[in-house]
Nanobody, 127 residues
Framework: QVQLVESGGGSVEAGGSLNLSCAAS????????MNWFRQPVGKERDLVAA????????NYADSVKDRFTISRDNTLNTVYLQIDSLKPEDTAVYYC????????????????????WGKGTLVIVSS
């Protein structure tokens, strides 16, 4: 069993940066690929970034690849999402998910593709 807890969200102005964290309060993350999703109000939850078990491979949605950086520290059982040059359209709840699957290219495994989910952290970007 893995318990995921996201943190680092908040309200920021456009152009600012945030560093989101996803920590495992129970379980070991090194056994899973880790994925960050986001869900704006009234819209679907979409994958924005994924990282493999060791951190050697990453994938990004085209809409964020120049501004988002996913990383992980397995010694700390934590995954990060650095978001730079924030835009109002980045406003969403950000969720992390753990999966036993990792695709070499961007592929949204969706809700059922994750073995575990966190409860999310809210990011609000004002113009």
């Amino acid at each position: 069993q893995v318990q995921l807890v996201e943190s680092g969200g908040g309200s920021v102005e456009a152009g600012g940066s945030l560093n989101l964290s996803c920590a495992a309060s129970e379980g070991t993350l090194s056994r899973y690929s880790m994925n960050w999703f986001r869900q704006p109000v009234g819209k679907e939850r979409d994958l924005v970034a994924a990282i493999d078990w060791t951190g050697g491979r990453t994938n990004y949605a085209d809409s964020v690849k120049d501004r988002f950086t996913i990383s992980r520290d397995n010694t700390l059982n934590t995954v990060y999402l650095q978001i730079d040059s924030l835009k109002p359209e980045d406003t969403a709840v950000y969720y992390c998910g753990a999966s036993t699957v990792f695709y070499p290219g961007y592929y949204d495994l969706g809700y059922d593709g994750m073995n575990y989910w966190g409860k999310g952290t809210l990011v609000i970007v004002s113009s």
